[in-house]
């Protein structure tokens, strides 16, 4: 992806360190470096019981949500050129003849937007610093705009598969290698579907549908910017993504692509590789929380930048055809504390929740509403200070709607306050007239799965800290059909 790498040497931190994670609009349970930025998630692999996260920083974790920041990992450069986004593996077979098992990252080399962009490689024998090849660039074809190689393992021939985008022209390709230093071009795809910005960050994963071992389907994610990212579903047999009947289908019109999450900030979604070959299957995303429209002007002195939480995706069908849904991790459950729950509330117009009041805004929560005879419902977080986030469902559009308008208290910065007070949207379809919602509510940031993660919407916020409240609304009667809600621990503790 094309973005400014601004992050100076990163510290290695011990527990003691952790104590400096308490900045206002610090995420607490989502990953942040300890300063400077952070963009895509880069070279996300399980090796050795340990799943790593690169963005040309670097930190590990063995359960994803406690992470330990490693030094900057990336030595031998020239300094001509900027490191951007790219993947990492583990030549476990030797072919690149570093060693048995070396980490090698792949990676975009830019220098400036007026030369071409490269990619090129570095390994690692200790899995933490990497050396650069002095042999690089091992893909070049003198474009100005070719970026963000996703690489992996097709056991099935026996070679390193590598997808990288062409960003102005909306299209990916697709190459293999015997040894990653050595790139056949095998096909490309695009453009289809939403390309009236740039492609960038590419993944390619295969997934089961409806748990059918017997039916998958590979998902080929591609980020179009500044915050979205589309999906499609189809056959790859070594050589060329083939889409399925209903991608195509789905894709005659750009704004008919299938979007990841339809929320403000999310953005260059990448999946954990289980280098491990362990039991556990989940595939595991994650995602950049930010905006290119205003990433440079968000209010956090500590740096800019953070990660979502990881989510599970699956391939369910549901009446409209086979979509991509998402869910929390299960390991989020340890940071669970102080629940509160209650059910059957009803309501005319609005409710406040006095039973959960939250003294700080890192928590969990679990709702249903009976829509009754409203036509819009929903609940307002972030309540304080005349200052709310709403997220709502309008019946009569079907649509799910996140307006943060009056959200943050940061007000000083007219690039920020000219992109940033937005509303979005997603089309969601109720079941019985009932709302289900799922909300991770951060110090800087709101995670809403719909319908069990039919529908996600991810939206940075940074409030004031006492912006606190929450309070349900409709437009007629209504009820709480249930709530549960948890304070969630600080990952830096």
């Known amino acids: 992806m094309r973005h400014v790498i601004l992050f100076s040497f990163i510290v290695f931190l011990s527990a003691n360190s952790y104590a400096q ?93 007026n030369v071409p962009e490269y990619q090129a490689i570095s390994y690692s024998n200790n899995d933490t610093i990497f050396n650069y090849y002095k042999n690089n660039p091992v893909l070049d074809i003198k474009s100005n705009s070719f970026r963000d190689p996703q690489v992996f393992w097709y056991a099935p021939e026996q070679q390193w598969i590598m997808i990288v985008t062409h960003p102005h022209l909306h299209k990916v390709s697709f190459y293999a290698s015997p040894d990653l230093k050595q790139w056949k071009y095998l096909s490309e795809f695009g453009p289809m579907a939403a390309h009236d910005n740039d492609w960038e960050v590419p993944d390619f994963f295969q997934l089961p549908v409806d748990d059918d071992a017997s039916n ?97 995706v699956c391939l369910k069908t549901f009446k409209q055809g086979v979509r991509l849904v998402q869910s929390p991790i299960e390991a989020l459950k340890i940071l669970r504390k102080d629940s509160v729950q209650f059910s059957n509330k009803q309501f005319n117009k609005t409710f406040v929740v006095n039973e959960f009041q939250p003294k700080q805004n890192t928590y969990e929560l679990e709702t249903t509403i009976d829509m009754g ?18 997220i709502g469902y309008d019946k009569s559009r079907q649509r799910l709607f996140i307006d943060r308008t009056k959200c943050s208290d940061f007000t000083t910065d007219s690039v920020f306050n000219k992109k940033f ?71 830096w503790k």
């Open 21 to 113: 994670y308490n900045e206002k609009y610090r995420p607490q349970y989502h990953f942040s470096p300890q300063k400077s930025w952070i963009g895509d998630p880069d070279g996300l692999v399980k090796w050795k019981g340990l799943y790593h996260l690169f963005w040309w920083g670097h930190a590990v974790s063995s359960d994803l949500i406690h992470w330990k920041e490693l030094p900057y990992p990336m030595k031998g450069g020239d300094n001509s050129f900027h490191y951007f986004s790219g993947s990492v593996v583990v030549d476990k077979n030797n072919t690149a003849g570093f060693g048995d098992s070396t980490m090698i990252a792949v990676y975009t080399a830019h220098k400036n937007d």
């Open 421 to 491: 007070p937005i509303k979005v949207s997603a089309p969601l379809v109720l079941k019985n007239d009932k709302l289900t919602l799922h909300i991770f509510v951060d110090a800087s940031s709101v995670e809403v799965f719909a319908n069990d993660g039919e529908i996600t919407m991810s939206c940075t916020t940074f409030p004031s800290s006492a912006q606190t409240g929450i309070t349900f609304f409709g437009d007629g009667k209504s009820s709480v059909q249930n709530f549960k809600a948890w304070m969630l621990d600080s990952i």
């Open 216 to 312: 998958k389907k590979w998902v080929l994610t591609i980020g179009q910017g500044p915050n979205r990212m589309q999906y499609f579903l189809g056959d790859f047999e070594g050589e060329k993504f083939i889409p399925d009947a209903q991608t195509i289908e789905q894709n005659k019109k750009q704004d008919d692509a299938l979007w990841i999450d339809y929320g403000a900030d999310y953005y260059a979604a990448r999946t954990w590789r289980n280098i491990d070959d362990s039991a556990d299957k989940n595939i595991i995303m994650l995602a950049w929380m930010g905006n290119w429209s205003y990433a440079g002007n968000v209010p956090s002195k500590w740096g800019k930048g953070f990660e979502t939480i990881p989510r599970n």
């Open 373 to 390: 005879n409203a036509t819009i419902v929903g609940l307002n977080v972030l309540v304080g200070e005349e200052r709310k986030l709403i």
